[in-house]
């Protein structure tokens, strides 16, 4: 293989996912070959989450090799899209000065996010190296509540007073623009620091030099204190199309921003966590892909046994109602039907009102037209389930108060069910948990337990009363 083989041209006709396969799968090859130069080159057209994710699916003796090969200004970006347990093998694999290099030159708001990953001894002792400035600034970060919005922010951002002038502020953008993250939005501040507002870079453009910002500042600008959860600052975000989201202090100082691209990394974490607890499966901090397999089965098992234990009540339900089962053997064959039935509607309810609590779509008044809402719709599921699975439960057991008792369990379950559903999402917010992981295996419990209950009651209702 020769160094033919990294000229871009040859790649762009593939689709992004291709292009990462065909990189990592030739860089491999390469470092393979020990061919550094050719590894080297194939890197230089790439960009920086490609290569991280090439780094990523090599094996880990040569992830530190393929590594080096990047300039320094290139390894500082790559380093900040790299895995968390990529990020902590490379800074035991590297030279103290090579950590140094990279973490010291990393945004404040990216380097609070891989201590947050890695041990507190090195944490310790990497920041111990910083310099005073960097130090005390990513000391501040993490001083902060892990999911707040002062935990995820940037100091690195462009302040300017209300007295000067258009002039003024367009010379400070060139002076700081290489040290902030961005340069679109100006904040405006008074001799105390406090936020008045808000100016955009196209506002500077198209106003006279000589203006004074305070006449074309935007008054009431939309901020999150340095205490607001995380999720909060992202729905602020994204609700005002903002690229950035200024941060104040408990005194109503502007003390940073959180930018956009760290939204997005919120947006993802926050969907991942809350669809692993939909699955009733404990998500940690780390890629749970790469999480060892014994801690998998850890995090996984409690929740299990938990329905273990509680689904217990199904089958002292069962044995209560042993007579009935004895005298209709027919009737133990839906059972299965019907709890699942069950559990499919009640999903359905608490997925839809998990994700509205989650995007902020339920005001606090709607909370009972939703759950209104809810159970009508699954009443009127029941109704049209009811009619097909009583004709069909007749023509598999052949008896019609069999199929009667099938037909009128079912609407009572899914009316109980879509109630549920609904409702114990609110239920558990209200108290505090989280609705998402606590919602699914409640649901499943309850919609079980007291499914059978009704299907057997109705049961000994109609087929004891017929004898």
Do not use: C
């Amino acid at each position: 293989m020769n160094d033919n083989n990294t000229e871009l041209p040859s790649v762009q006709r593939t689709s992004r996912e291709e292009l990462r396969e065909l990189v990592r799968s030739q860089l491999q090859a390469l470092l393979e070959q020990n061919n550094l130069k050719g590894a080297k080159a194939l890197l230089v057209p790439v960009q920086p989450p490609d290569i991280a994710e090439a780094i990523e699916g090599l094996p880990e003796t040569m992830q530190a090799i393929a590594f080096r090969l990047l300039s320094k200004e290139e390894a500082i970006e790559v380093y900040e899209y790299l895995d968390s347990s990529i990020q902590y093998a490379l800074i035991e694999e590297f030279k103290r000065q090579d950590v140094l290099d990279i973490v010291g030159k990393m945004s404040p708001d990216d380097r609070a996010r891989l201590f947050d990953e890695l041990p507190a001894k090195v944490v310790k002792r990497i920041l111990e190296q910083l310099s005073p400035q960097e130090r005390q600034t990513t000391s501040l970060l993490l001083g902060y509540p892990p999911d707040s919005a002062g935990r995820m922010m940037t100091p690195q951002y462009i302040a300017v007073k209300e007295n000067m002038t258009v002039t003024q502020a367009l010379d400070r953008i060139r002076k700081l623009a290489h040290v902030s993250e961005i340069i679109y939005y100006l904040y405006v501040t008074d001799a105390s620091r406090h936020l008045r507002g808000t100016i955009s870079l196209r506002d500077l453009v198209v106003s006279d030099p000589e203006q004074l910002l305070s006449e074309i500042t935007r008054r009431e600008p939309v901020f999150v204190s340095t205490e607001t959860d995380r999720k909060e600052a992202a729905r602020l975000i994204q609700r005002y199309d903002f690229l950035a989201l200024p941060v104040v202090d408990s005194e109503q100082r502007l003390v940073g921003i959180i930018t956009v691209d760290d939204v997005m990394d919120v947006v993802e974490a926050e969907t991942t966590k809350d669809i692993y607890a939909l699955g009733g499966v404990a998500s940690g901090k780390e890629n749970y892909f790469q999480t060892n397999i014994f801690t998998v089965a850890r995090k996984r098992v409690v929740w299990l046994l938990i329905l273990l234990i509680t689904n217990t009540a199904t089958s002292a339900v069962i044995r209560a109602r042993e007579d009935i089962l004895e005298q209709v053997v027919a009737l133990a064959a839906f059972i299965p039907l019907l709890i699942d039935t069950g559990g499919n509607v009640g999903a359905q309810s608490s997925t839809v009102v998990i994700r509205g609590l989650n995007i902020n779509a339920i005001g606090e008044g709607k909370v009972w037209r939703t759950i209104g809402r809810e159970t009508a719709a699954g009443s009127l599921l029941g109704i049209m389930l009811s009619l097909i699975v009583t004709i069909w439960a007749y023509f598999l057991a052949g008896n019609l108060l069999v199929a009667i008792s099938v037909g009128v369990s079912l609407l009572a379950i899914t009316f109980l069910a879509s109630f549920a559903g609904s409702a114990l999402p609110f239920l558990f917010d209200r108290l505090g948990f989280e609705p998402t992981l606590m919602s699914a295996p409640f649901i499943t419990t309850a919609v079980d337990v007291l499914g059978v209950l009704i299907y057997l009651t109705v049961a000994q209702q109609l087929l004891g009363g017929a004898e």
